[in-house]
C-alpha cells in the first residue's frame, strides 16, 4: 500500500470543509500538519486537544454537517475507525 502525498493534508482539510466542517485558527493548523511527520497523527491530536490553544473543528452555527461526507473522508484518508468515531464524537462536545 502506497503512502499518500505531502500535500495530502491539504486535500483532506478542504474535504472537511466541503462536508460542512468549521476550522477555527485554520492557517496554524495547516502550518503544523506541514511541520509535521505524521500529518495524521498530529491531525487528531490537534482534533482532540487543540482547543487550548485555539484550534477547533466545529459544526458551524448555520448549516448543517454532513456527516457521512466526513465519515468517508476520513476513511479515503486512511484514519483508522476509532479516529473517526473520536473526530465525529469531538465536534458534537464543542457546542
Known sequence: MG???????EEFLEQLKAAGISITREQELRERLAEAQAWRYAFMTLATHGRSIGIRFQEPEEGVVDAARV???????????SSQQVFTASLKSWH
Open 3 to 9: 503512502s499518500l502525498s505531502y500535500e495530502s493534508f
Open 71 to 81: 465519515r468517508d473522508t476520513l476513511a479515503q484518508f486512511q484514519f483508522p475507525e
